[in-house]
């Protein structure tokens, strides 16, 4: 028997790789959704900002890379302690979220957007249970 007969393969065991393979494929995905199944699908993230002058409330407006156009929530006038208005609200946690902010008045005009801000998205590695 030469050496070239004895390495060549089969139809047989060339198809049987290449089930192998798409298994392995089949079960690294299967393992990433299950791990990720475990993460949260939003998290909440504080805003905190200072504001002069009378408002009747805010509205936050957030977007996520890539997102054509984005989504406003009335969060009203939250509490002011020490000159710092805060509130939380919920993001995705699965995108980096863009927010602005806009303060109106009681006839509902709004000013203009406020510089935006980049919420990335949590590190695994320092968050704690």
Known sequence: MTPAATTKK????SLHRRSLR???AILAATTLLLVAGDVPQTRFIE??????GNVAGFKVYTHHW???GDSSRNVG???KKDGVYTVQIEVSNYQATYVTLTAYDSNRRESPRSNERLYL???PATEKD
């Open 121 to 123: 998205l949590p590190d």
């Open 22 to 24: 798409t298994h392995r």
């Open 47 to 52: 805003l905190r900002w200072t504001h002069e």
């Open 10 to 13: 089969t139809r047989g065991e």
């Open 77 to 79: 006038l939250p509490e």
């Open 66 to 68: 890539g997102q054509a």
